[in-house]
């Protein structure tokens, strides 16, 4: 399986983004899916993973009430919304399948990442 994340972008003050992560063929369909994001100088830090076993959101306190997981089970997309971006927001940001128990900020229980996109809040 291969993961596809595109849609990030420059945006200013009070902008907003959808990212979306493509998921090549059905092996893991069922397995959740999460993004992480890394800026530069920085570890990778969780933002968010959807459980649709039992259609749960789980999001980091960074970006808890801004940005919403959804999917589109026809297209086997992943989005994430990004509402509210601030400057602390900018990274590339990572799709990729949670394939073990254990905490959903553990990125050591994740494969198949994709190859990220970039999202750019300017000051």
């Known amino acids: 399986v291969q993961l596809q994340a595109s849609g990030g972008g420059v945006v200013q003050a009070g902008g907003s983004l959808r990212l979306s992560c493509a998921a090549s063929?059905?092996?893991?369909?069922?397995?959740?899916k999460g993004w992480f994001r890394q800026a530069p100088g920085k570890a990778r830090e969780f933002v968010a993973l959807y459980d649709w076993r039992g259609d749960r959101r789980y999001y980091g306190d960074s970006v808890k009430g801004r940005f919403t997981l959804s999917r589109d089970n026809a297209k086997n997309t992943l989005y994430l919304q990004l509402d509210s971006l601030k400057p602390e927001d900018t990274a590339v940001y990572y799709c990729a399948i949670k394939i073990a128990g254990g905490s959903v900020s553990d990125d050591s229980l994740y494969r198949f990442w994709g190859q990220g996109t970039l999202v750019t809040r300017l000051q």
């Open positions: 063929g059905r092996a893991y369909s069922s397995f959740a």
